[in-house]
């Protein structure tokens, strides 16, 4: 999962980018409103982070933009007001969800998960594979009932391929799943390196991860 974290506020910033990098998302982290959209300019996110009351501006004008623009990405906004007001205006300019600082930041992984899941469709947390299941949401895979240990890197690498499993999942596609703009000495081939490693996990588990030449890689299930 990519996400966008939009904060200016250095402490909660780096607090909510550990908890969920901790849960795989490769967290890109913007500022000030502009910063914002830069990064929206030029990056697809699964998920958006965004603060209401920015150094210069609203987050609610993000939100207004991206939504005239026809852009669904799904939004949850963060903000320290507790006028019902301002939380109606803003779920009718489009945002999907919304917190009250301070809050959990269990809540916020757990909300952040839940609209992930849901702009993919998914109806069950538990994805059967052949002999493997998958659990996006707990962030586990089992083979025959027995844990098969993936890294954080490997477990989004293998979300992104179920999620599309059948279908063709570009090179860009992946590396943009696992690693954020912080992250500027990996270059692409990195991904080459992780869908190794997985490949080699799954072993003879009747998964495969297939290489399409030229396009990227698609997840088959023997059988």
């Not at 210069?56 to 990405?73: Q, S």
């Not at 757990?110 to 299941?133: D, N, T």
Request: charge should be negative; include cysteine.
């Amino acid at each position: 999962m990519r996400l966008l974290l939009v904060e200016d506020t250095y402490d909660m910033a780096e607090a909510i980018m550990i908890r969920l990098e901790r849960a795989g998302a490769a967290c890109d982290l913007a500022r000030t409103l502009e910063q914002a959209r830069e990064c929206v300019a030029v990056q697809r996110y699964d998920v958006i982070v965004l603060d209401i009351n920015l150094p210069d501006g609203l987050g609610t004008d993000l939100l207004r933009e991206m939504r005239a623009r026809g852009e669904r990405t799904p939004i949850l906004m963060l903000t320290a007001e507790f006028s019902v007001d301002d939380r109606v205006s803003s779920l009718n300019w489009g945002a999907d969800d919304y917190l009250v600082k301070p809050f959990d930041h269990r809540e916020l992984e757990a909300r952040v998960r839940a609209l992930y899941r849901r702009e993919a469709g998914e109806k069950s947390e538990e994805v059967a594979l052949g002999r493997l299941r998958f659990n996006p949401g707990a962030r586990t895979l089992r083979l025959d009932d027995e844990p098969l240990p993936l890294t954080r890197r490997e477990i989004s690498l293998l979300e992104v391929l179920v999620r599309n499993r059948g279908k063709v999942v570009s090179k860009e596609r992946l590396f943009e799943s696992i690693f954020s703009f912080e992250e500027t000495d990996v270059g692409m081939n990195a991904v080459e390196l992780y869908i190794a490693r997985l490949r080699k996990k799954l072993g003879e588990t009747g998964v495969r991860i297939a290489t399409q030449r030229g396009l990227g890689y698609r997840l088959d299930i023997d059988g």
